[in-house]
């Protein structure tokens, strides 16, 4: 496994913009399919975004396409979201998670980060 530590959450207003970040520490981050998951005050964790080791394969909860991309740059153990036009809707703490394999699957992940609070609102 490895440490995940997330970054660069915090208050915006609808319609702006955050970039997340994760950054990694253990040798085999650059293996690691990743994932970002949210949640929200009184709701489950939810599936958000995820990446394949190498940045081939990425998919969206249909809430965040065209909003939302996740990116990662391997030589800085570092994945990336960028989050745009948001809304007061996407209020969650955001976790980065990492496993062997790539997947959506919120269950199948192993290794989580602390998170991050994004606030959006007015």
């Known amino acids: 496994q490895v440490q995940l530590v997330e970054s660069g959450g915090g208050l915006v207003q609808p319609g702006g913009s955050l970039r997340l970040s994760c950054v990694a520490s253990?040798?085999?981050?650059?293996?690691?399919?990743m994932g970002w998951f949210r949640q929200a005050p009184g709701k489950g964790r939810e599936f958000v975004a995820a990446?394949?080791?190498?940045?081939?394969?990425?998919d969206y909860a249909d809430s965040m396409k065209g909003r939302f991309t996740i990116s990662r740059l391997n030589a800085k153990n570092t994945v990336y979201l960028q989050m745009n036009s948001l809304q007061p809707e996407d209020t969650a703490v955001y976790y980065c998670?990492?496993?062997?394999?790539?997947?959506?699957?919120?269950?199948?992940?192993?290794?989580w980060g602390q998170g991050t609070q994004v606030t959006v609102s007015s």
């Open positions: 990446i394949s080791w190498n940045g081939g394969r990425t």
């Open positions: 998670a990492g496993r062997l394999g790539y997947t959506i699957a919120e269950n199948e992940y192993h290794d």
């Open positions: 253990g040798r085999t981050f650059s293996v690691y399919a």
